[in-house]
C-alpha cells in the first residue's frame, strides 16, 4: 500500500518551454503533496506544500509564478515549470500523506528528471 | 537553525560486512526521526520511523537507534548485500511543520 507514482520519468525540454508533472497517489486519498527538488549530491528541498482544492504554500526562494502546483484531487498533484531553463534542470520528487496518516508520514514517488538543453 | 548532519559523506563496505551511519540533529522541538534509503534516480523509501520515547526499533537487517538526550541517532545495515548500495537519509520532524533532510551517507557495496 501508499503507492506514489511521477509521470514522466524523465523529460528533455529546450529553453524557454513549460513542462508538466504529475503525482499521483495510486491506493490512497492524499490530504497533502509534497514537492521537492533535490540536486546531485544534495539532500531534498521542499519546494511547496499543497492541500486539495488550496493554494499551494511556497517554501522562500521558490518562484509561485513559474512553479504552478495545481492539487485538483486527493489523488492527484501538478507541477508545471514555466518558461524553463537549464538551471531548472534537477530532480523533482513528490510526497504525499495519506488521510489520518500516523506521524503524518510522507510516501515518495519515483522522482522525475528533468533535463532543460 | 534547525539541521541534521549525517556521517559518514560516503562509505564503501565488502559485502557481507555490517556498517553503521550517523546522524545528529539539532531539531527542535522534535516529533519523529526517520531514515530513508534512496536508490540513485529513484525517490526515497522509508525504513524506520522512531519517536522520542523509542531507542530502537529495526525492520529486517536495518536496526535503527535513537537517543533523544543527546540527539542523536544511528542506522545499523547488517550482513551487507550489493543492493543496499544506496544513499540514507536521516529526516527530522517537528511535527507538522516541513520535514529536516540530511545530506545523506552514500554506501557503496562491493563484492
Known amino acids: 500500500g501508499a503507492v506514489v507514482s511521477q509521470h514522466p520519468s524523465r523529460v528533455i525540454c529546450k529553453s524557454g518551454t513549460s513542462v508538466k508533472i504529475e503525482c499521483r497517489s495510486l491506493?490512497?486519498?492524499?490530504?497533502?503533496m509534497f514537492w521537492y527538488r533535490q540536486f546531485p549530491k544534495q539532500s531534498l528541498m521542499l519546494m511547496a506544500t499543497s492541500n486539495e482544492g488550496s493554494k499551494a504554500t511556497y517554501e522562500q526562494g521558490v518562484e509561485k509564478d513559474k512553479f504552478l502546483i495545481n492539487h485538483a484531487s486527493l489523488t492527484l498533484s501538478t507541477l508545471t515549470v514555466t518558461s524553463a531553463h537549464p538551471e531548472d534542470s534537477s530532480f523533482y520528487i513528490c510526497s504525499a500523506t495519506p488521510a489520518g496518516a500516523v506521524y503524518n508520514e510522507q510516501f515518495f514517488g519515483p522522482g522525475t528528471r528533468l533535463t532543460v538543453l | 537553525k534547525n539541521q541534521v548532519e549525517q556521517s559518514p559523506q560516503s562509505l564503501i563496505i565488502l559485502e557481507g560486512k555490517n556498517c553503521t551511519l550517523q546522524c545528529n540533529y539539532t531539531v527542535s522541538p522534535f516529533s519523529n526521526l526517520r531514515w530513508y534509503k534512496q536508490d540513485t534516480g529513484r525517490g526515497p523509501v522509508s525504513l524506520t520511523i522512531?519517536?522520542?520515547?523509542?531507542n530502537t526499533k529495526s525492520n529486517g537487517r536495518y536496526t535503527a537507534t535513537l537517543d533523544a538526550d543527546t540527539k542523536q541517532s544511528s542506522l545499523h545495515i547488517t550482513a551487507s548485500q550489493l543492493s543496499d548500495s544506496a544513499s540514507y537519509i536521516c529526516?527530522?520532524?517537528?511535527?507538522?511543520?516541513?520535514?529536516?533532510f540530511g545530506k545523506g551517507t552514500r554506501l557503496s557495496v562491493i563484492a
Open positions: 491506493d490512497f486519498q492524499a490530504t497533502t
Open positions: 529526516v527530522v520532524s517537528e511535527g507538522n511543520t516541513p520535514l529536516v
Open positions: 522512531m519517536t522520542f520515547s523509542e
